[in-house]
């Protein structure tokens, strides 16, 4: 079956502009143009939008979502069960603050009193608070000083800033997975490029030298945090260290 642009803008909700965009920067090429210069697309067309829409629903930036439906080892099916698994853990965390949002409603109508844990449930701050003291209990009193430092440049943070950044390496893991799962190698352009904006995503916290980011790595590859990961994907927690051993070797001192 054929599509014009206008129908498949219709289908998709995309705009007829975003889709001819695609088109130029070659993201989503139709599957021919006929002699009328009016684009037309197929099935192939209509799945590899679709694809796009997961990856944009994720947080995945054009170029990036670029990078990965051209390899040539590109896995539809296999792409589309991790998208299905990330989302499946989108919806716990959505289906929480839901509950949350319900009960704060009932709070402020004085129908129900929530308590000062119920206020902030399913929020991901107080994540930090258990990492920090899983650090100190693995690596003894050095690791304050990091700690420290952390604690001072969060000091004003918002709800919205605790947020933002736990989005961001939400994002990390999810494109690290698809590049794992295509099989890159740790040492890959690709991999360091996202191993890179984990580090940059770190020194908002503290800065690590080449011992600490290591450290770091193998702490996320310890039994206690691999669970952080394994919704993702198993073996993410393994991959991400030794390419943030790499990435250490590499640039850091």
């Not at 210069?37 to 099935?43: E, T, V």
């Not at 792409?79 to 990330?86: A, D, G, I, Y």
């Not at 693995?138 to 952390?150: A, L, N, T, Y």
Request: glycine share 4%; hydrophobic share 40%; net charge positive.
């Amino acid at each position: 079956m054929h599509y014009t642009v206008n129908k498949l803008a219709q289908l998709s909700g995309v705009t007829v502009r975003t889709l001819r965009f695609y088109d130029e920067i070659g993201l989503l090429k139709p599957a021919y143009v006929a002699e009328s210069g009016y684009r037309y697309y197929q099935d192939k067309q209509l799945l590899l939008l679709q694809q796009i829409l997961f990856f944009r629903e994720l947080g995945f930036e054009l170029k990036n979502i670029q990078k990965i439906l051209t390899q040539s080892d590109f896995d539809m099916s296999e792409t589309l069960r991790v998208h299905k698994k990330v989302l499946r853990k989108d919806i716990v965390r959505m289906t929480q603050l839901v509950k949350t949002i319900d009960k704060t409603i009932n709070h402020l109508a004085g129908n129900k009193k929530m308590n000062e844990k119920d206020i902030f449930s399913g929020f991901d701050r107080k994540e930090q608070e258990r990492h920090q003291e899983y650090l100190i209990g693995r690596f003894g009193d050095k690791v304050k000083v990091h700690i420290d430092e952390s604690n001072k440049n969060v000091k004003g943070w918002k709800m919205q800033d605790w947020e933002s950044s736990a989005k961001e390496f939400n994002v990390i893991c999810k494109e690290l997975t698809v590049l794992l799962m295509a099989q890159k190698t740790i040492d890959s352009p690709e991999v360091q490029a996202i191993i890179q904006r984990h580090y940059d995503w770190l020194k908002k916290f503290w800065t690590p030298n080449k011992e600490s980011y290591v450290g770091l790595g193998q702490v996320y590859n310890s039994p206690e945090w691999v669970k952080v990961f394994e919704s993702h994907h198993s073996q993410l927690a393994h991959y991400m260290a030794q390419a943030m051993s790499v990435f250490a070797e590499k640039n850091l001192f």
